[in-house]
């Protein structure tokens, strides 16, 4: 049950679109159409943003969208805002129906 | 609406345990897991297992199998998470979060956060 990898950050002006990659390994992201992300305010609860890959919840913007290839799962914000910048976690369904988080991802906007 | 809400904050000494409580309301107790996250400070969420409401049937990982125990009290639809053998790593927010049982489609309701402080 390793973490999944994630950049510690990531940059972006406003209007920008950004991409952040979650790469785990075939007994998690690989094998499972199951992964979710997470932002998160400071001193907030995470909030579900992305789940079984690229669905979104309703009442989240279509300015977020994700994706998957192989092993590496990647959430994309487009036309990113000041609200945007928070940390982001994806966390897959794992074997043994466990769960893993990725360490987090810091998206500044610049 | 759909809440959760969890038990205050705790300090606790090393080697002590914590008992931690998630009340769910709002919706159909029995038909969502309830997941166990923490959050160190500063530092990212880590998965500590889940509960099955229907069944009480319980997966930890494997990093805390020995010393967490999680169970439930359907008749007052709360859950709990107890950590034993505390140390200062175990300081940390604690959150619950809910899972629908048949869609593995993430937690979209999550708990305020209990803070565990560990400290002699």
């Known amino acids: 049950q390793s973490a999944l990898t994630q950049p510690a950050s990531v940059s972006g002006s406003p209007g920008q679109s950004i991409t952040i990659s979650c790469t785990g390994s075939?007994?998690?992201?690989?094998?499972?159409?199951?992964v979710s992300w997470y932002q998160q305010h400071p001193d907030k609860a995470p909030k579900l943003m992305i789940y079984?890959?690229?669905k979104r919840p309703s009442g989240v913007s279509n300015r977020f969208s994700g994706s998957k290839s192989n092993n590496t799962a990647s959430l994309t914000i487009s036309g990113l805002q000041a609200e945007d910048e928070a940390d982001y976690y994806c966390?897959?369904?794992?074997?043994?129906?466990?769960?893993?988080f990725g360490g987090g991802t810091k998206l500044t906007v610049l | 609406q759909v809440q959760l809400v969890q038990s205050g904050a705790e300090v606790k000494k090393p080697g002590a345990s914590v008992k931690v409580s998630c009340k769910a309301s709002?919706?159909?107790?029995?038909?969502?897991?309830i997941h166990w996250v923490r959050q160190a400070p500063g530092q990212g969420l880590e998965w500590l297992g889940w509960i099955s409401p229907i069944s009480g049937g319980t997966n930890f990982a494997q990093k805390f199998q020995g010393r967490v125990t999680m169970t439930r009290d359907t008749s007052i639809t709360t859950a709990y998470m107890e950590l034993s053998n505390l140390t200062s790593d175990d300081t940390a927010i604690y959150y619950c979060?809910?899972?629908?049982?048949?869609?593995?489609?993430?937690?979209?309701?999550w708990g305020q956060g209990t803070l565990v402080t560990v400290s002699s």
């Open positions: 075939s007994s998690d992201v690989g094998s499972y159409n199951l």
């Open positions: 966390c897959s369904y794992a074997d043994g129906s466990f769960r893993v």
């Open positions: 979060a809910r899972e629908h049982y048949y869609d593995i489609s993430g937690s979209d309701y």
């Open positions: 709002g919706y159909f107790f029995t038909g969502y897991y």
């Open positions: 079984e890959d690229t």
